[in-house]
């Protein structure tokens, strides 16, 4: 179970070729029918409320609805997954690359770390794990311009232990000092909603929106 009120990323490595129906990685509640689909080949995290997957397709999906999101992955490749309890936002990882932020509405939501896969003998190895608590300091080190990094390990080379860690990489702004702007809109689907945003932290991103 993943502790609420914490930042979880994880990282799997797939150590095997990508092929048929789908391969997926992702989250999902304790509800999750593990064995409604034991007879049939399907793309089956987010099939239904209780999880949330992205395929090796390059889609999203949640309750049997799917939407582009990045691009295909395969054998070799390493893939993030992001999950801000206190926000309540997950986000997937290609490669250390951000594809912006998934799915969100998931702050109430107690969530397992999953992953399917109709492809035989499908090789895996976890790559990474790591949780720490959604803190001030967390959000602070979000916001922080490249500049700014730059000036606080130039100033206090005590805290090159957190500029440097994981968690500074993967809640960087992909943003240079010229263009720094924070606005954008983000509009919702229901309570579990996609963010469609797939083009990273940048400054035009936008969600698509649904009535």
């Given at each position: 179970?993943?502790?609420?009120?914490?930042?979880?990323?994880?990282?799997?490595?797939?150590?095997?070729?990508?092929?048929?129906?789908?391969?997926?990685?992702?989250?999902?509640?304790?509800?999750?029918?593990?064995?409604?689909?034991?007879?049939?080949?399907?793309?089956?995290?987010?099939?239904?409320?209780?999880?949330?997957?992205?395929?090796?397709?390059?889609?999203?999906?949640?309750?049997?609805?799917?939407k582009k999101y990045g691009s295909t992955f395969g054998q070799g490749s390493l893939v993030g997954v992001h999950l801000d309890t206190w926000?309540?936002?997950?986000?997937?990882?290609?490669?250390?690359?951000?594809l912006g932020i998934a799915f969100t509405g998931l702050r109430n939501t107690m969530l397992y770390p999953m992953m399917c896969s109709t492809?035989?003998?499908?090789?895996?190895?976890?790559?990474?794990?790591?949780?720490?608590?959604?803190?001030?300091?967390?959000?602070?080190?979000?916001?922080?311009?490249?500049?700014?990094?730059?000036?606080?390990?130039?100033?206090?080379?005590?805290?090159?232990?957190?500029?440097?860690?994981?968690?500074?990489?993967?809640?960087?702004?992909?943003?240079?000092?010229?263009?720094?702007?924070?606005?954008?809109?983000?509009?919702?689907?229901?309570?579990?909603?996609?963010?469609?945003?797939?083009?990273?932290?940048?400054?035009?991103?936008?969600?698509?929106?649904?009535?």
């Open positions: 179970m993943l502790e609420k009120g914490r930042h979880h990323y994880w990282e799997v490595k797939l150590l095997t070729p990508t092929y048929g129906t789908d391969l997926m990685i992702g989250v999902g509640t304790e509800k999750v029918d593990m064995n409604g689909s034991k007879s049939t080949f399907c793309s089956l995290l987010g099939s239904d409320q209780e999880s949330f997957g992205f395929s090796y397709l390059g889609y999203i999906q949640y309750d049997g609805w799917k926000k309540g936002t997950l986000e997937f990882f290609l490669n250390r690359k951000s492809a035989a003998d499908t090789k895996v190895r976890l790559a990474y794990c790591s949780s720490v608590p959604a803190s001030l300091q967390m959000e602070c080190l979000s916001m922080l311009k490249p500049s700014q990094r730059e000036y606080l390990l130039s100033m206090f080379p005590g805290l090159r232990y957190l500029l440097d860690s994981i968690f500074a990489k993967i809640l960087e702004t992909d943003i240079s000092d010229d263009d720094y702007d924070d606005d954008y809109d983000l509009r919702f689907l229901d309570e579990y909603d996609f963010a469609l945003v797939g083009a990273g932290r940048k400054r035009n991103r936008k969600a698509l929106t649904k009535p």
